[in-house]
């Protein structure tokens, strides 16, 4: 009931609608609700061309303006985009968040097309840098070589568009992995001074800035409105479950990572993340599973191998885990972290804080993760933990 679902959000009016395409043409229907009464406030009908679909948004948002009998302007700086170019972006969405070679590279190629057919779109640029962002995270390119890149296009983007909030927000991760709090601090102030955020902004909000900073409640109710805003992206679920950890909820962080799996059986960061929670849980068989699930997508990934390793040892494999953990050789500047991960998977908590304090030390990506959000309530207890805080630059 719909009337229902508006009181339990405190909203009192709500908008209807649906969209059907029939080769070039688009049908929009739209209609504004008084959610007390089911009063209809407002309908209507549109039927164009899909190369009007943005004009037919300017005259429904217009349309409602008048009928809630409020002014709206465009925002500032804002042009309409070309559709193709809208359309590659939007591809490139559906790529995103699958974290292989082969998927990261389709969502790269996306971008590009996009500016190619519309070099001033500011969007495709803020794509560009979480791309760079997210192969430094899963440890697929060194954080010295996708941060300026990140901070670059970041810059670009400000430079057509002075406002856009996602934009901000990438340079306020930037500051926040090289552990400058105060400007992280203030880009995240400009990204979130307005409402709506999008779903991947409220993400960013949620990891880098409120449970980086210890604000942990608050960050659980922003990923909270992230996973109830779109509830099928398995992303989402995933960071919702770290930072459910960071509050000592494991239930229902396992929870959330089984339903991200669930969503996206291919996800290897979902099912790395659940190997090492198991671990930790001591529940040593389902980590293996996991874990091998991980490894067998992600066998480049040190956050896969760390967790296989670890999921082999405390299953009584230490002969096969420890071999397994030389491959760090070959990307040297990832073991401190990885070596971290592989403790907290065999219960060595101590020796994962001290391996945590040399990652911090070297500002490797993943450290402010797994230190502020789903492991802190296991190492703040450790002796190194004060060293850790000191290391990136946090009051302990």
């Known amino acids: 009931d719909i009337r229902k679902i508006a009181d339990t959000l405190g909203v009192t009016t709500v908008l209807e609608g649906s969209v059907r395409r029939a080769g070039t043409r688009l049908r929009v229907t739209a209609q504004l609700i008084q959610a007390s009464d089911g009063t209809h406030l407002w309908s209507q009908r549109y039927d164009r061309e899909m190369s009007d679909i943005f004009a037919v948004q300017d005259e429904i948002s217009a349309a409602i303006a008048g009928a809630l009998k409020v002014k709206c302007s465009r925002a500032p700086g804002r042009r309409m985009r070309t559709l193709p170019a809208y359309e590659a972006y939007l591809q490139y969405r559906s790529y995103q968040w699958k974290f292989t070679p082969e998927a990261s590279q389709r969502s790269k190629e996306c971008l590009e097309r996009a500016l190619a057919l519309d070099p001033d779109f500011a969007l495709p640029y803020v794509g560009l840098a979480d791309y760079h962002l997210a192969l430094s995270a899963v440890g697929a390119m060194p954080k010295d070589m996708a941060m300026p890149r990140i901070r670059e296009l ?99 962080a396992i929870a959330q990572g089984c339903r991200a799996v669930e969503l996206d059986p291919q996800f290897w960061l979902g099912w790395m993340d659940l190997g090492l929670a198991y671990a930790v849980r001591g529940r040593h068989a389902d980590a293996l599973m996991c874990a091998e699930k991980a490894y067998a997508a992600a066998p480049w990934s040190p956050y896969s191998i760390a967790v296989m390793a670890g999921a082999l040892a405390v299953n009584g494999q230490v002969e096969n885990a420890e071999p397994l953990m030389t491959r760090l050789h070959d990307n040297p500047s990832w073991e401190p972290v990885a070596r971290c991960v592989y403790c907290l998977c065999r219960g060595e908590v101590e020796q994962a804080a001290e391996w945590a304090v040399k990652a911090a030390e070297r500002r490797l990506p993943g450290v402010i993760m797994l230190v502020t959000r789903p492991y802190a309530p296991l190492l703040r207890h450790c002796a190194a933990w004060p060293a850790l805080m000191k290391a990136i630059n946090l009051p302990s």
């Open 154 to 252: 970041a810059q670009r983007a400000l430079d057509l568009d002075a406002d856009l909030q996602d934009a901000h927000a990438m340079l306020g991760i930037v500051a926040a992995s090289d552990y400058d709090w105060a400007e992280a601090g203030r880009r995240f102030r400009l990204a979130t001074a307005r409402e709506p955020l999008s779903p991947h902004l409220r993400q960013w909000y949620a990891s880098f800035w409120l449970s980086a900073t210890g604000r942990v409640e608050e960050a659980r109710q922003q990923m909270m409105r992230t996973v109830e805003e779109d509830p099928l992206c398995q992303m989402w679920r995933y960071m919702y479950s770290t930072v459910l950890k960071g509050l000592g909820l494991d239930d229902e």
